[in-house]
C-alpha cells in the first residue's frame, strides 16, 4: 500500500510528473520575517537554525526592532555607549540582555531574555547608609552570593537609615521595587554554605520601614519584621507606573529603623531590585 501511495504522489494519470509540493525552503526571507514577529525571541532563535532563509530572516531590524523595549535607544547610548543606529537590532537585544553595569558599575540593567522587560539592580555601594563609614558599625564583605561580589555588614548600630535613588528612562508599564537583605553573614566551609547568626538581633522588637517615592508623585510605604535568617529575601516596597518614556523619572527609596531603645546586628544589605511587577513572584522568598 505504501508503494501505492508513493506513485500516487509521483506520477499523473498521463505519466507526466506532477509540480512537487511548497517547502519551507520556497518561502522568502521577508515572508519568513513577517512570521517571526508573532514569536518570543527564544522561539525566533531555534526557527534561524532550520535553514539559510530562516537564519536570514532571523536578522532583520523589524523584528528585532518589535521585541526592544521603547527605550531601547536610551539604554544603548547609556548603558551600551554606542550610537543605535550603528548596531543591528539583534545584536542590540542579546547584548541588553547580558547584564551590564553603568555608574561605576554600581547598578546593573537586564532585558527579560523572553519578553524584553527591563529590571534593574542597585548595589549596596550605591546606597546612602549612615554609618558605613565607621568600622565599628559596618563594613563591606566579599562573597559569591551577590550580583555584584560584595554586600555591606551591619554588626551593630541604634540607628538604621539606607537611602537611594535611580534616575532612568524607563518603558511604560508598571514595576515594583525590592530590597535584597539577609539576616546573618554567610561564608563557605570546607565546601559547604554555612552561616553565622551570632550577631543577629534587634529585628524581631520593631519592624522596619520601607519608603519609595517617584518624581511623578507615587508614594509607597510597607512595614515589616525581618525573617528568615540565613536566607537571601526580597523585601517588598512598593509599586509605580510609568505612563511616559520619553522623559527621565528619579526614583528615592530608603530602608529605615531609627527606634534607639535598642541596637540592632547581623544584618547583610545587598542590592535594591526594580523590575516589571508582573514577574514579582518570581522574587519572593528568593
Known sequence: MGAVFSGIGAESNDGGSLPSKPSLGDLSENC??????????????????LNRAFRGASWADFVWESKLPSNYKFLVRKILHESPENLAKKEIYARLCRPNRFDNDTKEVWLDKRSGKVSISISSKALRITGIDDRRYWNYISTEESRFQTVAYLHQ?????????????FPPGTYSLFFRLQLGKASKRFGRRVCNLDQVHGWDIKPVRFQLSVSNGQPAISECYLCDPGNWVHYY????????????????????????????????VDSVLICPSEFRERYKKV
Open 32 to 49: 519568513i520575517s513577517s512570521i517571526l514577529m508573532y514569536l518570543d525571541p527564544p522561539e525566533i532563535c531555534k526557527l534561524a537554525r
Open 157 to 169: 548600630i541604634w540607628w538604621v537609615e539606607i537611602l537611594g535613588e535611580l534616575e532612568l528612562e
Open 237 to 268: 516596597v512598593g509599586d509605580f507606573v510609568i505612563e511616559n518614556q520619553s522623559i527621565l523619572t528619579k526614583i528615592k527609596f530608603s530602608m529605615i529603623q531609627i527606634d534607639c531603645t535598642h541596637i540592632k546586628g547581623g544584618l547583610c
